[in-house]
T-cell receptor
Framework: NAGVTQTPKFQVLKTGQSMTLQCAQDMNHEYMSWYRQDPGMGLRLIHYSVGAGITDQGEVPNGYNVSRSTTEDFPLRLLSAAPSQTSVYFC????????????FGPGTRLTVT | SQQGEEDPQALSIQEGENATMNCSYKTSINNLQWYRQNSGRGLVHLILIRSNEREKHSGRLRVTLDTSKKSSSLLITASRAADTASYFCATERNEKLTFGTGTRLTIIP
């Protein structure tokens, strides 16, 4: 099992550009989520999904879009990048039943100039 | 807003000593989890305690939960250099996981 994979590992964007951060898991987990981690802030939930075709907003959803067309993939789209979106982005997945142990990807470090 | 707040923000101890870190949260929860993050890496799940449990053990880890005080503690016994990392508590409620700001633990060899 590869677990949770994220691409790219690093990305630099100019203000106003758009891009998609990719996330995939091969554990057949129903639940997938995106977090951003900023210094001194811990992780904050951006969007999450409890299954294919179902997404919902987390704590900081503005400026981000998600879709869940398959169980395996949960891409995060930045619609028009802003310097405030400079952060490290983590994708995670888990089962919905039997516990909520989250499996995290290695992260994407995004810089918006 | 952050649901969990860890205390202390940073902790340095000698190898072999025990490390205790605390987490406080604001609302009712289904479960509370602890994660470890090594520098530049993703988070790794350590232990989960449900709201109807008071204490749980896993290897050198001991977690307690006091729902009346909305607080939890993580004890790492007989610390090792490899335990150097940041530790986060996370509370689950309504299918959302909310993380605290973390405790930076440094083990001095």
């Amino acid at each position: 099992n590869a677990g949770v994979t994220q691409t790219p590992k690093f990305q630099v964007l100019k203000t106003g550009q758009s891009m998609t951060l990719q996330c995939a898991q091969d554990m057949n987990h129903e639940y997938m989520s995106w977090y951003r981690q900023d210094p001194g802030m811990g992780l904050r939930l951006i969007h999450y999904s409890v299954g294919a075709g179902i997404t919902d907003q987390g704590e900081v959803p503005n400026g981000y879009n998600v879709s869940r067309s398959t169980t395996e993939d949960f891409p995060l789209r930045l619609l028009s990048a802003a310097p405030s979106q400079t952060s490290v982005y983590f994708c995670a997945s888990s089962r919905l039943t039997g516990g909520w142990e989250q499996y995290f990807g290695p992260g994407t470090r995004l810089t918006v100039t | 807003s952050q649901q969990g707040e860890e205390d202390p923000q940073a902790l340095s101890i000698q190898e072999g000593e025990n490390a205790t870190m605390n987490c406080s949260y604001k609302t009712s929860i289904n479960n509370l989890q602890w994660y470890r993050q090594n520098s530049g890496r993703g988070l790794v799940h350590l232990i989960l305690i449900r709201s109807n449990e008071r204490e749980k053990h896993s290897g050198r880890l001991r977690v307690t939960l006091d729902t009346s005080k909305k607080s939890s503690s993580l004890l790492i016994t007989a610390s090792r250099a490899a335990d150097t990392a940041s530790y986060f508590c996370a509370t689950e409620r309504n299918e959302k996981l909310t993380f605290g700001t973390g405790t930076r633990l440094t083990i001095i060899p």
